[in-house]
């Protein structure tokens, strides 16, 4: 579990997240026939994820929040 949290911290995984959001995003705005608010709003959040450098799952397994504490740690 600590060499996943090292990817979710670095540049790579922040990367991941970003386009996650991005695809999860352009996925409800244009691939469901209208605009579809689940995909979207559910986007959001790996795509902020991504921006402002934290992990969502992290303090669920015991690990800091941010980002940068998350990098020192592991």
Sequence with gaps: MKSFFRFMAGS????VRIIAGVALISWGYNYTGG?????IIIGL?????GILDFCVF???FG???SGKQLRALV
Excluded at 12 to 15: A, D, F, Q, T, V
Excluded at 35 to 39: A, D, E, L, T
Excluded at 45 to 49: C, G, R
């Design 35 to 39: 605009i579809n608010w689940w995909p």
């Design 45 to 49: 959040v790996p795509l902020s994820a």
């Design 12 to 15: 790579s995984g922040r990367l």
């Design 58 to 60: 992290a303090p669920l």
């Design 63 to 65: 690990y800091p929040f």
